[in-house]
């Protein structure tokens, strides 16, 4: 059930706090389970879980324990909708921003990450250029031959690290669907270049796109200024 974190496993868990319950469920009341307001538990899963009962080795079916897994499963669901209420605020904060819309055009930063720049540079042109920005951060740039074979990635123990875990994560998903920075990162990577190391210098050209889009006050357009790499990153 993905864990705790889904709408559907609490929902599950409090109507059926216990192994006993389980066992003790009608399959079709169970599958019926709507758990988001929408969408049901489904037949498949309601067997699973009976069947799961069965060879359960918990054993707590006390009144005590049905009511402690309700509550937390309470806490639970009143974290999310709060999680899902302060993500309406940063999307709306976020859209009164002059740059912070900009930044999302940018395949493969979202609201979050976005939304994690602005509140940490504000506005990343005011640094003089996307370098500088860049060092901030803590992704200074590459200076390796093209013969070399470095075994650590380029990342600074200085900057701001907050914000450079964010953007590395980003990163690893914009390689995967950005088209411009997967091609970017493939064509260093058939160059010999170490996985992490060419995940570096991606994230780096993904923070010169930021800089570009901020100083520019225009929409992310993957063209050659963006995408082909620079002597430092080679």
Not at 55 to 80: E, K
Not at 110 to 138: K, Q
């Amino acid at each position: 059930m993905r864990g705790l974190a889904s709408q559907r496993a609490t929902a599950i868990l409090t109507g059926y706090p216990t192994a006993r319950s389980f066992e003790e469920a009608r399959l079709p009341a169970l599958g019926a389970l709507v758990y988001d307001g929408h969408h049901v538990v489904g037949q498949q899963l309601a067997r699973t879980l009976v069947e799961a009962a069965r060879h359960s080795v918990g054993r707590h079916h006390t009144a005590i324990h049905r009511a402690q897994v309700r509550y937390f499963c309470q806490d639970i669901d009143a974290l999310r909708e709060r999680i899902a209420e302060l993500q309406t605020d940063i999307e709306a904060k976020l859209a009164e921003h002059p740059v912070g819309p900009l930044l999302t055009t940018i395949q493969g930063l979202g609201t979050l990450t976005a939304a994690r720049i602005i509140a940490a540079v504000d506005d990343p042109s005011r640094f003089r250029h996307g370098a500088a920005f860049a060092s901030y951060v803590g992704v200074p740039g590459t200076k390796h031959s093209g013969l070399s074979r470095p075994l650590h990635a380029s990342l600074c123990p200085l900057g701001n690290a907050r914000l450079r875990r964010a953007l590395y994560m980003a990163t690893l998903g914009a390689v995967r669907w950005n088209p411009w920075l997967r091609a970017y990162y493939e064509r260093l990577r058939a160059r010999g270049k170490l996985p992490k190391v060419a995940l570096c210098a991606a994230m780096r050209k993904l923070l010169m796109a930021v800089y570009s889009v901020a100083k520019h006050k225009q929409p992310f357009s993957p063209d050659t200024r963006h995408v082909a790499p620079s002597k430092q990153d080679e």
